[in-house]
């Protein structure tokens, strides 16, 4: 098991959350989450990423983790031993009982911000990141007998592997925890936003055509720059 800590020391006090990612890919996960908001939380032990890899616990001596599916198809399918075994190695010295597996399936719940502030109430998430065509399902039956099992999609698409939804609940669910953003206000969903931002010089010359910043924005009446946040 690897701790990830960006200044290159275990943690040394209890984090607000530890991430357990399941991936064979380790390397597709760690340079998003080293940077920006996520290394800083890292740093300051809001919380702890770590990593166990599903071949590490197959017994053949390929380190195969697929097999061909049943009832035919393309494609191979991850094996559920090894995918259980190093979920139960992530779990191995946690004894809290605030701990929930998330295993990402184009068929699962959809993952919100409403969803992203009940896990951010666990201690430990664990993040199941398939690859190929997917996972034995009965890994799932398996699981459920270490942790509760959530089915979260991230949205109405198929990707390569789960590492993406794996980062993508890690960023959410990080950015509710106190302290992360600075302040509360800082989520947006907390408050008044937008999807149009503008920042400095107020005009923009580009190609003979001037772009301005929308002039409510200047008013410094909140109440009309709130109205015409919400229409957008």
């Keep these: 098991m690897k701790l990830i800590s ?15 990612i399941i991936t064979l890919f380790q390397e597709a996960c760690e340079s998003y989450l080293s940077t920006s908001i996520l290394a800083r939380a890292q740093k300051e032990k809001k919380i702890c990423v770590d990593y166990q890899n599903p071949r590490d616990f197959v017994t053949n001596k390929w380190g ?7 009832g ?13 075994k190093a979920v139960k190695k992530a779990l191995v010295r946690r004894k809290k009982t605030n701990v929930v ?3 990402f399936t184009p068929g699962g719940k959809e993952f919100t911000n409403k969803e992203a502030e009940k896990l951010a109430k ?9 690859r190929y065509e997917g996972i034995d399902e009965r890994a799932v039956k398996m699981l459920k007998t270490l942790a509760p099992v959530k089915k979260y999609s991230t949205g109405h698409y198929v990707l390569t592997g789960g590492e993406l939804p794996a980062m993508t609940v ?8 106190p302290g992360v953003l600075g302040k509360d206000a800082s ?5 008044i936003s937008s999807h149009e931002t503008y920042t400095r010089p ?15 924005l200047k008013t410094g009446n909140h109440a009309d720059i709130d109205a015409w946040r919400k229409d957008r």
């Design 6 to 20: 960006i200044s290159g020391e275990m943690a040394t006090k209890k984090p607000f959350i530890r991430f357990h």
């Design 64 to 70: 195969k983790v697929d097999e061909r599916p049943y």
């Design 72 to 84: 035919g198809g393309p494609g191979m399918v991850m094996t559920a031993l090894p995918v259980v």
């Design 101 to 103: 597996i998330v295993w």
């Design 122 to 130: 666990s201690d430990d998430i664990v993040l199941v990141a398939g």
């Design 170 to 177: 890690v960023d959410v669910v990080t950015r509710r925890l």
């Design 187 to 191: 989520i947006e969903e907390r408050r």
């Design 202 to 216: 107020e005009v923009i010359e580009w190609e003979g055509k001037k772009y301005r910043v929308p002039k409510v």
